[in-house]
């Protein structure tokens, strides 16, 4: 408590917090003061200087039994930030393994605990982290690897320790790559993740490094997924926001949109090395969407589709379609055949898409289009044939 009183002397703009620990402290309501413990360490606000490493340096150790494990790591993961080296939070999070590796030794002796075998694991996330910082790539790409299963494993677990895992993996995969691998641990992350709980400086870069990832990655053709989730917002308003434009219109396979956007952000567009580097590519992925598109507007019954609407739809030469559906045949977006003869292509299937509202809302007129022509077939036969009825 004596840690406390100089906190507060020291820290006057902090005092009242200091005070709210310092009374559930001495109430022994650990509960109260592991959240308000959370809380503050969480609070950019309240770090000054080496004050939140003196907090567990000089109170934390003192009762690390008495709280949450899990909540235990996170508080400590905050304070890793404070660390200047990387070497430093390292040492510091091996302290906090170690302590939780002896507790769950001594309780496995008679059950497991799973909470205790949960927060070993996300520390080690918290770990890799810095491990990346210094250049341990083939150290954490083990990590992710061994861990894999565990993670996919876990049941009813809090969903702070898979956000602490693919959160790594996303680091991981924006160090080495590849893109696509980057996309879907994305949005593993996100989907564990409450919007609000990641800062505003790591919701910015995400949003940026996941358009890339969308618009470069191999096989990633299904944008509905991560248009779903609040990140795009972080652009909004920034000069970055023309890449939430950009990814819209790929979702509607919209190319006219696609070159204005470019054109108007050329500069912005050659600041990214990934979108400059694989230029080609993304034109031929843009394609690729509006093919797809074009077969999502058409009935069901309305699947043979001539090479020239085709061109019509992706803005390509007609010489050029042919190649353009054998590649969509090729990795698997659609199923079908071409007649090259009539200069037709005859589309069975369509990989399934994650739809934004507009989309569901035309899914919706058709599917109701499709009600109202079961009925009339209905009392067509019905009228047709009424001796079926009697």
């Not at 680091?171 to 696509?180: I, K, L």
């Not at 995400?206 to 248009?227: K, P, R, Y």
């Not at 434009?245 to 054109?263: C, K, M, S, T, W």
């Not at 952000?265 to 590519?281: M, S």
Request: charged fraction near 20%; include cysteine; glycine fraction near 6%.
């Amino acid at each position: 408590m004596d840690f406390l009183s100089e906190e507060q002397a020291k820290y006057p703009a902090l005092a009242g917090r200091y005070a709210t620990i310092g009374d559930y402290y001495g109430k022994k309501l650990y509960h109260e003061l592991t959240t308000e413990l959370l809380a503050f360490v969480k609070d950019e606000a309240t770090a000054i200087g080496t004050n939140w490493i003196d907090l567990y340096k000089r109170f934390i150790v003192t009762f690390l039994d008495k709280i949450n494990q899990l909540s235990l790591v996170q508080i400590c993961g905050e304070i890793a930030t404070r660390f200047t080296e990387p070497t430093e939070a390292v040492a510091f999070l091996e302290g906090i393994l170690n302590h939780l590796q002896t507790k769950k030794i001594s309780v496995t002796r008679t059950s497991v605990n799973p909470h205790t075998v949960e927060s070993v694991l996300m520390c080690r996330m918290y770990m890799a982290t810095y491990q990346l910082r210094l250049q341990k790539t083939n150290d954490v790409k083990t990590l992710l690897a061994e861990n894999k299963e565990t993670v996919e494993g876990l049941v009813g677990a809090d969903p702070i320790v898979h956000a602490a895992y693919y959160r790594v993996a996303c680091e991981y995969y924006s160090a080495v790559g590849p893109a696509d691998k980057f996309y879907k641990s994305a949005l593993m992350f996100l989907a564990y993740s409450l919007y609000d709980d990641i800062k505003p400086t790591e919701r910015f870069s995400l949003a940026i490094n996941i358009s890339v990832a969308a618009l470069t990655g191999e096989d990633v053709f299904n944008f509905g997924e991560v248009l779903a989730t609040p990140i795009l917002g972080a652009l909004k308003g920034t000069d970055k926001e023309w890449l939430s434009d950009l990814l819209h219109a790929f979702n509607r396979g919209d190319i006219d949109q696609f070159n204005i956007i470019v054109g108007n952000n050329r500069a912005q567009y050659n600041a990214q090395p990934a979108l400059v580097n694989k230029e080609d590519y993304v034109k031929e992925k843009v394609a690729l969407l509006a093919l797809m598109v074009l077969i999502f507007h058409r009935p069901s019954n309305e699947r043979n589709i001539s090479f020239a609407d085709i061109a019509a739809a992706t803005r390509l030469p007609l010489n050029q379609v042919e190649w353009l559906v054998m590649r969509a045949l090729s990795i698997g977006l659609i199923k079908g055949a071409i007649d090259q003869v009539d200069g037709i292509v005859s589309v069975q299937w369509v990989q399934p898409r994650v739809l934004e509202k507009d989309q569901l809302s035309e899914l919706q007129s058709r599917l109701g289009a499709w009600g109202t022509k079961v009925s009339e077939t209905l009392m067509y036969v019905e009228d047709q044939t009424p001796e079926l009825f009697q």
